[in-house]
T-cell receptor, first 114, second 112 residues
Framework: DMKVTQMPRYLIKRMGENVLLECGQDMSHETMYWYRQDPGLGLQLIYI???????SEGDIPKGYRVSRKKREHFSLILDSAKTNQTSVYFCASSLLRDKNTEVFFGKGTRLTVV | GDSVTQKQGQVTLSEDDFLFINCTYS??????LFWYVQYPGQGPQLLLKVTTANNKGISRGFEATYDKGTTSFHLQKASVQESDSAVYFC???????????FGTGTRLQVSP
């Protein structure tokens, strides 16, 4: 079953705390992504990873970092979370540089920073 | 870089109405074009994709045609149902950066 799994699904953190969002996929996809989606807005790319330890900034990387130590696992880290990082975060994966295949998304993590 | 544009932020229809969601693209080549649908509380999922080889994609009653002349990839459905209420994104893969480029999304609200 082709799946992208995100944990946790819901998270509440205080401002200044560290946040770890985890993502796994079972399709052996080389490429993985982290997006955030705010109400009324589209998908904003935070980071893209082309394989283990091969990460690249997306459009809004400030305040975030990522870790990819295994092909099937991609983490998003917020060091000292801010209230403006309250959002829904989506992890996704796809085959490397295959422009004809789809991107598979997880169900999202709703993060609230208070 | 390559881009897609969705001008409609929201579309409101009644059941059995005809659906038309606008999408135009700007690219230097002819990449595969995609429509994704995002139901409430879920991540986006593929609705259909079209290459220049097949020109038209059809899925679950939705269809989209790859129009090189007008650089458009509009999504249509003859008769919408309340269950089609969702956000629809058109997308492509930028040929230079290999990044997926999404439109801003169109929220479809269908009332019974």
């Amino acid at each position: 079953d082709m799946k992208v799994t995100q944990m946790p699904r819901y998270l509440i953190k205080r401002m200044g705390e560290n946040v770890l969002l985890e993502c796994g996929q079972d399709m052996s996809h080389e490429t993985m992504y982290w997006y955030r989606q705010d109400p009324g807005l589209g998908l904003q790319l935070i980071y893209i990873s082309y394989d283990v330890d091969s990460n690249s900034e997306g459009d809004i990387p400030k305040g975030y970092r990522v870790s990819r130590k295994k092909r099937e696992h991609f983490s998003l880290i917020l060091d000292s979370a801010k209230t403006n990082q309250t959002s829904v975060y989506f992890c996704a994966s796809s085959l490397l540089r295959d422009k004809n295949t789809e991107v598979f998304f997880g169900k999202g993590t709703r993060l609230t920073v208070v | 870089g390559d881009s897609v544009t969705q001008k409609q932020g929201q579309v409101t229809l009644s059941e059995d109405d005809f659906l038309f969601i606008n999408c135009t693209y700007s690219t230097t080549t002819y990449p595969t074009l995609f429509w994704y649908v995002q139901y409430p509380g879920q991540g986006p999922q593929l609705l259909l994709k079209v290459t220049t080889a097949n020109n038209k994609g059809i899925s679950r009653g939705f269809e989209a045609t790859y129009d090189k002349g007008t650089t458009s990839f509009h999504l249509q459905k003859a008769s919408v149902q309340e269950s089609d209420s969702a956000v629809y994104f058109c997308a492509l893969v930028d040929t230079n950066t290999d990044k997926v480029v999404f439109g801003t999304g169109t929220r479809l609200q269908v009332s019974p």
